[in-house]
């Protein structure tokens, strides 16, 4: 069984960029779910995404976009960078959207760590 | 609305200390579920324990246990005999059916370090 794997695992971006992280979920899950973890504190739900469509989404701007492909691997994308964005960056995957997730649990990837300068 | 608190910001012990790490929660639902997770220094949240509102029994698993009571809203974490491989931040997080929509609300972490 293979885990939840993210790239890059690191990125340093300057204010006003873009940028793009990508999650593979877990095998046999059809649900990702994004965080974003500010230094010394607890993750802050973004969006999460079951069978390729929106399924839950956190307070962040539009900016903040994703998507799911047919084999449940999800992209996080940002523009505008500011740099509050500067930040852990964590997906999960798990089952059966957002009622499967918050009843059986999630199981996160190692992280993308954003620097905007 | 939900919440989730974490009323210990650090703790600190010496090796083979016993260490409990406390977890209070509100919710007006009846159903709901409730998680412990650990990130250790290289970031990635390790999922520890899941629990259902209806099930009460205590939980132990090699060196860890879980006290869940709900006439007082816990969720206690307990490492028995710590390890310095112990240290890292624990975080509780609750989802219930209502306000959240099962999303997880976090509590704000317990740093633990365990010291040799």
């Known amino acids: 069984e293979t885990g939840v794997t993210q790239s890059p695992t690191h990125l340093i971006k300057t204010r006003g960029q873009q940028v793009t992280l990508r999650c593979s979920s877990q095998s046999g899950h059809n649900t990702v779910s994004w965080y974003q973890q500010a230094l010394g504190q607890g993750p802050q739900f973004i969006f999460q995404?079951?069978?390729?469509?929106?399924?839950g989404r956190g307070n962040f701007p539009p900016r903040f976009s994703g998507l799911q492909f047919p084999n449940y691997s999800s992209e996080l994308n940002v523009n505008a960078l500011e740099l509050d964005d500067s930040a852990l960056y964590l997906c999960?995957?798990?089952?059966?959207?957002?009622?499967?997730?918050?009843?059986?649990?999630?199981?996160f990837g190692p992280g993308t760590r954003l620097t905007v300068l | 609305a939900q919440k989730v608190t974490q009323a210990q910001t650090e703790i600190s012990v010496v090796e083979k200390e016993d260490v409990t790490l406390d977890c209070v929660y509100e919710t007006r639902d009846t159903t709901y579920y409730l998680f412990w997770y650990k990130q250790p220094p290289s970031g990635e949240l390790v999922f520890l324990i899941r629990r259902n509102s209806f099930d009460e029994q205590n939980e132990i698993s090699g060196r860890y246990s879980w006290n869940f009571q709900k006439s007082t809203s816990s969720f206690n974490f307990t490492i028995t005999a710590s390890q310095v491989v112990d240290s890292a931040v624990y975080f509780c997080a609750l989802s219930d059916s209502q306000d959240s929509n099962y999303q997880l609300i976090w509590g704000a972490g317990t740093k633990l370090i365990i010291k040799p």
């Open positions: 995404y079951y069978r390729e469509e929106e399924n």
């Open positions: 999960a995957s798990s089952l059966g959207g957002q009622r499967g997730s918050g009843r059986v649990g999630q199981f």
